[in-house]
């Protein structure tokens, strides 16, 4: 940082003609700079140190989802953030400038994740579940690699296998890695329950953006702490799978691709609901959650035989009795489809 300033020092003591060094003032020495390169680039030119005012924490949040970057230096008492120059310029921070202005507008919550519930990526980090969901979230990227995957279904074959736990932390743990932006879509209309995981009440999302009852702006809010967006199910509907049939429904899920890196979809179970299907025909793969002393083989041919083969990318195992240290199993499905 010092030298910096001596820099900047040195450069006004030779256009001034001074023997001695200035008065070491930050905010009028960066104003003469930034001064300089306009008379002397014009109006185009870009300054190598920029003057800004301090943005307020919860806007900052909202906007990158992570804390305020740290490639700079804050100067107490005269409200002036320098960033340092950095080359190349780091990827979170050109990622951060393209994007959207939307992203300015979704509200911001801090939640408070109860400490025995059951978002463990979040409540107990270092845990062997949260590792396991952290792994399948590794997992995820690889396939990436080969294969468009963008938009992530999560659902069972019936209800009570825990779809909408493994959603969460699947979620949770995808988040982790910045600066991809990951939304958490809660698909099951019928009977939504991932806002109380959160700590939230229910909140409008999904159903009152299909009825064009609210903008996205106000269908979307970031969630403070697990650093990842949310939206809600919102209110149920007379008939849920007509309005999922609509054609606003696949524009709003092309729209959220555009938004987001990872978008997470919740799904109903298959059995014996018609959501499911079509909410598969949107996404790009499918996790297939399995309940060790629920899931019936009857039941999982059923619900395997309901799903697209090509899209199916594997199967989340809860509550498995095999994993000596964890409660939660991941697995994956190797190369030739075979699970």
């Not at 999982?300 to 409660?327: F, M, T, W, Y």
Request: aromatic residues 6%; neutral net charge.
């Amino acid at each position: 940082m010092s030298r910096i300033f001596d820099a900047l020092q040195r450069s006004e003591a030779e256009r001034s003609g001074a023997q001695g060094p200035p008065v070491v003032d930050a905010t009028e020495l960066l104003r003469h700079a930034e001064r300089r390169a306009v008379s002397e680039f014009g109006d185009n030119a870009v300054p190598e140190f920029e003057t800004v005012a301090p943005a307020k924490p919860e806007k900052v949040a909202v906007r990158s989802g992570h804390l305020p970057p740290k490639n700079g230096v804050s100067l107490a008492g005269n409200g002036v953030h320098v960033p340092l120059p950095v080359a190349p310029v780091a990827a979170e921070a050109t990622r951060s400038q393209e994007r959207p202005a939307i992203f300015e507008q979704f509200q911001l919550l801090r939640v408070s994740v109860p400490a025995q519930g059951r978002l463990v990526s979040v409540s107990d980090k270092e845990g062997a579940a949260a590792e396991a969901f952290r792994l399948l979230a590794v997992r995820l990227r690889h396939l990436r690699r080969d294969r468009p995957l963008k938009r992530i279904l999560i659902t069972s074959s019936i209800p009570q296998e825990g779809k909408s736990m493994c959603s969460a932390n699947l979620a949770c743990s995808l988040a982790l890695r910045a600066p991809q932006r990951t939304l958490l879509l809660e698909g099951d209309i019928r009977r939504p329950s991932l806002a109380p995981m959160f700590g939230l009440a229910p909140r409008p999302g999904l159903s009152e953006w299909l009825r064009g009852e609210r903008e996205l702006k106000d269908s979307i809010c970031f969630l403070e702490g697990p650093g990842l967006w949310f939206m809600a199910a919102g209110s149920s509907s007379a008939n849920p799978l007509e309005l999922l049939q609509s054609a606003k429904f696949s524009q709003l899920m092309d729209q959220l691709s555009d938004l987001f890196d990872w978008v997470v979809v919740d799904s109903p179970p298959v059995l014996p609901l018609a959501d499911t299907s079509v909410w598969s025909r949107l996404c790009d793969g499918t996790l297939l959650v399995i309940r060790q002393g629920v899931s019936e083989k009857r039941q999982l041919q059923r619900g395997v035989e309901a799903l697209e083969p090509q899209k199916l990318i594997g199967a989340i195992l809860n509550s498995s009795n095999s994993a000596p240290h964890s409660d939660y199993y991941y697995g994956p499905r190797s190369g030739n489809g075979s699970s």
